[in-house]
């Protein structure tokens, strides 16, 4: 029987297991919308493309699932770009479908038209232009597969309004024939062997664990395999609920807001294994004084990720579970050896435990003004350890990254590698969606709140309990933070002079609106939150000029860290 | 480890689909490398076309390029022909000024250098010549003193010596 291209376009997802999409009506998406209703697929709206796509990301971080957002051409398409680069850069499996002005029209400057294919072509890992409904079918087939399997990341795919309409036979490719894209999964045995034989002459290793531990659901070899080799774990901001903080091998998170104690251990280490992580230049600090002592293995799905930044000494390509259970085994061939191997390497943990008691992660706590870890301690000490937790931009990510201890993956949702201040609210909503019965916290500054605040509107109208903790500082607190440092204190742009009635805010909205003025009323407010249904903003009005601490400053190697202001 | 830029010829086999080119372009332009020349044409199976790149860079640089281009989903096969046996060849169409005085010196040269003269006027000459760009560089520098008028390079084509075709154009 024929279809139309968006009944294709539907029915397609269905087959790919979508229930759920995120997104926005428009011109040249109505027949889409149009054909919605006779599909059982939930279509949440929020308040601004930017928005949906962000909280297909959140539902995919959260789930593990592909997310999939809509828009319509023009200015819905432009409007997703933030959004696909915020995915993008930190690989997270979407795909985003836009409208598109009719074939005939395209490159006329027709109403609505933006050429989202060439805008796209850098932050996404794929994308199309459909220009004949019968590739349809093949293409979101290959778009879903693109974007789940390898490093995963989002795939565009733009459907003009005359496609959509024309119709054709519908048939559901089984498998996806593409000759160029065929992701290594299995680790080369050669390399394993190598890097065995590397880890059993190592006296002071360390795990560097980041974002692909999370995208593979590695967290639970990463555990076994710390464990074998009694090595400290470090991880990136995106590494972080991978491995849990708590685990006593854990160093927490290394980097420009890392522990003191994690950036020692790498800077003195001698053998650095990077799990799934990329040497960011946030993580890396000055390149030349980076883990100067180590012998580096590299373990990476994506070979462009190897070598890029640092020089590697033994690169291995392939499915982070697959090459760390390789690795497992291969040592464990020498039970001698692998089980006097943790004894050889005790010093270095009572090295690495020395330098944990001589810098703990500590902030000064206050009888008079709200202290922003004090608030996320208070948080993790009120929910369970199954919640979620998205973050905005800036200084409150940092502390929440600092002072949440995580422990269980896919549960901190954040914009490690754009930054994208505005991304933790839809994301929060995303992920409420795809975990109906978990507690979703969003914990923002005021900044970053009030690039998405439209999305209170999304939560009210679709019943999803997410729950807002503002750190309110009436500033750009991170860049604040430069400023005082590296500026001599000249606040350019960065107070906001207007007080925001976020309580006020969040009623006009329909949500529960709750303040917290001093350190006191802190736990009542969480308290009062989290039993509260439906969308709760809470309001902390914080200490002004609290910085994040430790800091490793621009341009510095990472063990010279800036202690405490 | 001691690495230095150096000239790279790189063939890519990609789809043969619209926009792919810009995608080829686009990955060196966003990341800062260098395109000496490109020439495209479809192979032999037109659904998948060869391009042929010169750039430079150190080995770091060249490694990302290599990776980077593989990693694109239309790139079906990445060779980098710097350490290996290769043909090279280049055409050139130049049209040179032709009087009475040099149009016997023009057509010495092009008679050296094995060129074919494909169009003449009363005042012009234009030939192509083919060969490995020392040699196209060699003819015109030559014809340079004379006159030339208007110069095209097709930037060079590669395929590796001897029987094997080490990039197959069945992928």
């Known amino acids: 029987m024929k279809r139309t291209g968006s009944q294709i376009l539907l029915e397609s997802l269905l087959l790919e297991g979508v229930d759920t999409v995120f997104g926005y009506p428009g011109g040249t998406v109505i027949n889409i919308y149009n054909d919605l209703p006779d599909y059982p697929i939930k279509h949440i709206l929020t308040r601004h493309e930017q928005a949906a796509v962000h909280a297909a990301d959140g539902y995919a971080r959260a789930s593990g699932k592909v997310g999939v957002a809509i828009a319509t051409s023009g200015p819905g398409a432009t409007n997703t770009v933030t959004g696909i680069a915020t995915a993008y850069m930190d690989s997270i499996p979407m795909v985003v479908i836009t409208g598109q002005v009719p074939t005939p029209l395209i490159g006329n400057d027709a109403f609505q038209e933006a050429d989202i294919v060439g805008m796209t072509r850098s932050i996404t890992k794929h994308n199309y232009l459909v220009k004949d409904v019968k590739d349809l079918a093949r293409i979101i087939k290959q778009a879903f597969y693109i974007a789940r399997t390898g490093r995963p990341g989002p795939v565009l795919i733009d459907l003009p309004k005359d496609v959509q309409i024309a119709s054709t036979k519908f048939v559901y490719p089984d498998s996806v024939e593409l000759r160029g894209y065929k992701p290594t999964y299995s680790g080369n045995v050669r390399q394993v062997e190598k890097a065995a034989k590397m880890i059993l002459a190592a006296r002071r290793p360390v795990l560097y664990v980041g974002g692909g531990a999370t995208a593979s659901d590695a967290g639970k070899n990463l555990i076994e395999f710390a464990e074998l080799i009694q090595a400290p774990v470090v991880t990136t901001l995106m590494g972080m609920a991978a491995f849990p903080t708590g685990h006593p091998l854990s160093l927490g998170m290394l980097g420009m807001h890392g522990t003191y104690y994690a950036n020692m251990a790498v800077t003195n280490s001698d053998l650095l294994i990077a799990i799934g992580a990329r040497f960011d230049d946030r993580v890396t600090g000055r390149i030349a004084a980076f883990a100067p002592k180590a012998k580096i293995i590299h373990i990476d799905i994506d070979p462009t990720s190897i070598k890029k930044n640092v020089r590697v000494d033994l690169p291995i390509v392939g499915e982070l579970r697959d090459v760390i259970e390789k690795i497992g085994n291969k040592l464990r061939e020498n039970e001698e050896q692998v089980e006097a191997f943790p004894e050889l390497t005790a010093p270095w943990r009572s090295q690495v435990a020395a330098w944990r008691a001589q810098y703990p992660m500590s902030y000064k706590s206050s009888d008079s003004v709200i202290k922003p870890q004090y608030v996320i301690e208070k948080i993790r000490e009120l929910t369970d350890e199954s919640a979620i937790i998205a973050t905005e931009v800036g200084q409150h990510q940092m502390w929440t990254a600092q002072f949440f201890n995580f422990s269980n993956p896919r549960t901190f949702l954040t914009s490690g590698g754009l930054g994208t201040m505005g991304f933790g609210l839809p994301a929060a909503l995303g992920a409420q969606v795809a975990c109906p019965d978990r507690q979703v916290i969003d914990i923002s500054g005021d900044g970053s709140f009030q690039m998405n605040s439209q999305e209170l509107a999304t939560l009210v109208q679709f019943k999803l309990p997410v729950k807002i903790a503002i750190l309110n500082n009436n500033f750009l607190g991170m860049v604040r933070q430069w400023q005082e440092l590296f500026f001599d204190h000249r606040y350019s742009q960065t107070p906001l002079e207007l007080p925001i009635d976020f309580v006020k805010l969040a009623e006009a909205y329909g949500a529960t609106g709750l303040r917290a003025s001093r350190p006191d009323e802190v736990e009542g407010v969480i308290r009062k939150a989290l039993e509260t249904p439906g969308p709760v903003l809470m309001e902390f009005k914080i200490d002004r000029e609290e910085n994040v601490m430790p800091m490793v400053p621009a341009g510095a190697a990472i063990d010279e860290m800036v202690l405490a202001s | ?171």
Request: no cysteine; proline share 2%; hydrophobic share 40%.
């Open chain 2, 1 to 171: 480890m001691v690495s230095h830029e150096a000239k790279h010829t790189i063939s890519v086999l990609v789809e043969n689909e619209f926009g792919v080119l810009t995608r080829v372009a686009g990955l060196f332009s966003g990341r800062g490398f260098n395109i000496e020349s490109l020439s495209v044409a479809p192979t032999l199976d037109d659904s998948i076309s060869r391009m042929t790149i010169v750039t430079s860079g150190d080995d770091r640089i060249l490694e990302q390029i290599t990776k980077q281009l593989n990693k694109l989903i239309d790139t079906i096969k990445v060779i980098d022909f710097t350490d290996s046996e290769y043909v090279e060849r280049e055409l050139a169409l130049i049209k040179v000024q032709a009087t009475e005085d040099t149009r016997a010196e023009i057509l010495r040269i092009v008679d050296i250098f094995r060129g074919n003269v494909v169009d003449v006027t009363a005042r012009s000459y234009t030939m192509e010549i083919t060969g490995a760009p020392s040699k196209i560089q060699a003819v015109v520098d030559l014809l340079k003193p004379i006159g030339i008028q208007e110069l095209v390079r097709s930037g060079p084509v590669v395929l590796g010596r001897g029987a094997k075709g080490g990039l197959s154009d069945k992928g």
